[in-house]
């Protein structure tokens, strides 16, 4: 953060929130205490409780431990969300540690992610009625999100708007229930957190489409370059490319549908992506979806806290990892 004095104070509340985070994954069996703690003890940019701290600016008086717990809530439901998908995409590696479906096998990954929805839904449960149903609605949403990226798109239905509403579901639904939560325990007003939650709907779209980005430009990831092209994964650049169909890229698509397995061959593709004008066009996109989610702050009260959140905009479109 910009501000000394926040950033000094949000670490203090990230350090306090890293250990009960911890404690929360405790089971009533070693076994399920260090497959519940696998993931999170991978580490993590805890960017869900980052922006529940920041978005509780906006209100008054904030009890400690009710801030805690949404964020817990949150953080929660992510890493929970993390062990079905690497299920689902059969990853062998989770922020550069192997998965826990890689070390324990499917049945008990899918498991641990129920137990930690589980503990999610024991936390919601002491902050009130209105946390719960909010909860279920966004977990209702991620799981919407996940079913319509594994059926894909139907044959009259736009490949690049799927793909945004699938992401939008799958990652935006979470990040605007943390802005949400935030202000709800800060006891904002009803205009502070409609635009806490466009906000952080927007935010999740930025989040995830400059990962898209990064995919192909960065080297320096805790994932090998191309994976999502490998993998055969939809990402913001190769739909753009599509839609434009342009025969001059008949060849370059081709190579994307194609086998991708021999490390040459990758090479060579993101080689060819990396220099291709589609680039800068998806960056576009993405820096236009970073304008409309800082536009959504307008109504916020200036200060440190609205800074941040600029700031956070920012950062995202300029990640290179």
Not at 55 to 69: E, K, S
Not at 99 to 113: C, M, T
Request: with cysteine; glycine share 8%; net charge negative.
């Amino acid at each position: 953060m910009a501000d000394a004095t926040l950033d000094e104070h949000l670490t203090a509340l990230l350090d306090t929130f890293e250990e009960r985070l911890v404690a929360t994954a405790v089971a009533g069996s070693p076994f399920v205490t260090e497959a519940s703690r696998h993931i999170i003890a991978a580490g993590g940019k805890r960017f869900r409780p980052l922006l529940v701290f920041l978005a509780a600016r906006f209100g008054g008086a904030v009890d400690h431990d009710d801030l805690m717990r949404a964020a817990l809530v949150m953080e929660l439901t992510h890493v929970a969300s993390l062990y079905h998908d690497d299920v689902m995409d059969m990853a062998d590696l989770r922020r550069g540690a192997p998965s826990a479906n890689r070390l324990w096998g499917n049945s008990v990954a899918i498991l641990v992610g129920d137990y930690l929805f589980a503990r999610a839904s024991t936390t919601v449960a002491e902050l009130g009625v209105e946390y719960v149903a909010l909860q279920a609605e966004t977990f209702a949403r991620l799981v919407q999100g996940q079913i319509a990226e594994t059926k894909g798109p139907g044959p009259d239905e736009d490949p690049l708007a799927h793909y945004i509403q699938v992401i939008a579901d799958k990652t935006g639904s979470l990040i605007a229930a943390s802005a949400l939560f935030g202000g709800m325990v800060a006891g904002a007003d009803r205009p502070v957190l409609d635009a806490l939650a466009a906000f952080g709907e927007e935010v999740g779209l930025v989040f995830q489409l400059s990962d898209d980005l990064i995919d192909i430009t960065s080297t320096k990831t805790g994932k090998t370059p191309g994976t999502d092209l490998r993998e055969g994964v939809p990402t913001l650049p190769v739909l753009m490319l599509r839609a434009e169909n342009d025969p001059a890229d008949s060849e370059l698509l081709a190579l994307i549908d194609g086998d991708l397995s021999d490390d040459a061959v990758l090479a060579d593709v993101l080689r060819r992506l990396r220099t291709h004008p589609v680039m800068g066009r998806a960056k576009a996109e993405v820096e236009r979806r970073a304008d409309v989610a800082r536009a959504h702050l307008a109504p916020l009260p200036d200060g440190e806290a609205k800074d941040a959140l600029l700031k956070v905009c920012t950062d995202l479109v300029d990640r290179t990892a």
